[in-house]
């Protein structure tokens, strides 16, 4: 009696499909589908009519996800991790996942996939939000915030407060947040790579607020020569206010590794304010790192 039953029940099982939630190659190769036609667009390149109308159908697929989490998180994970899955989806499907998670790993996945979107597709205003947002929370943004690279014209106009961040400093504000140990080198790879003055100009500037040793070596180094005129006045620039800031009286107290905590906590609200201690705890560090 016993066998029957169970077998009666191993039967109904594999009649029954998938558990609730689960994912199958089906279901997955019909939601990729979806975000294949309903991203299948540059916002930039269509018609205001053509941009209404893909506004309806992303809403309606916002709406479908949100709708079951369960069983479209899943499938939702799968295609941010997609590289083939089209450039405007990188953006909007990382928004979707940040509207239903902030769970570390789903915070990191919306990071990583962000340096895949067309820049020309998302307001500077939006697109720094969120990485901003990311990097208070702890993910990596580093590759991200250097996607700022990719638009010479960069810029971000806050209303509250009244402020405009130009790339520089929007790249810096977007790296502070996180240890300079996950950035710092990398701007220097970035900068030997980098063929514009525009892209080299800028790394300068984050590389300033760095304060490591390798930035600082870098800087002094283009600004000896081997450079373009505007990149070595640029990272002379960078020199000159090493050079003034430990002349500089800064009423900033505590160690190295105190002020580099307390410049992460700052970065995280953007405004003159901020952007004022900032400036002083980086040459309050200038200070300490000389002595």
């Not at 009649?15 to 930039?44: E, K």
């Not at 450079?227 to 160690?255: F, L, P």
């Amino acid at each position: 009696m016993r066998a029957r039953v169970f077998m009666g029940w191993m039967l109904a099982c594999l009649i029954a499909g998938p558990a609730l939630g689960q994912v199958t190659d089906a279901t997955q190769r019909d939601f990729h589908t979806r975000v294949t036609n309903v991203y299948n667009f540059s916002p930039h390149l269509v018609t205001p009519t053509q941009q209404k109308e893909k506004a309806s159908e992303m809403d309606s697929f916002w709406k479908d996800v949100k709708a079951d989490p369960a069983a479209m998180l899943p499938m939702l994970r799968v295609e941010l991790k997609n590289s083939a899955t089209p450039r405007f989806f990188r953006y909007d499907g990382a928004a979707l996942l940040l509207s239903m998670s902030h769970s570390p790993d789903d915070e990191q996945l919306a990071a990583d996939s962000l340096p895949s979107a067309d820049l020309a597709d998302v307001t500077p205003l939006a697109y720094f939000n969120m990485v901003h947002r990311l990097a208070v929370d702890g993910a990596d943004v580093t590759q991200a915030a250097l996607h700022l690279l990719d638009d010479p014209k960069f810029s971000v106009t806050f209303t509250q407060p009244n402020m405009t961040l130009k790339r520089p400093m929007a790249l810096v504000f977007l790296l502070l947040p996180l240890p300079e140990s996950k950035w710092a080198d990398v701007l220097v790879t970035e900068f030997n790579k980098a063929k514009k003055d525009e892209t080299k100009t800028t790394l300068l500037t984050a590389m300033f607020f760095a304060q490591t040793p390798q930035t600082d070596a870098l800087i002094a180094q283009a600004a000896q020569g081997g450079q373009s005129a505007a990149v070595q006045s640029e990272a002379q620039r960078w020199v000159n206010t090493t050079a003034n800031a430990r002349q500089t009286k800064y009423q900033i107290k505590g160690k190295e590794p105190e002020i580099r905590e307390a410049r992460r906590r700052r970065a995280m609200e953007v405004s003159d304010a901020a952007l004022s201690d900032i400036s002083a705890m980086t040459g309050r560090l200038v200070q300490l790192r000389k002595s």
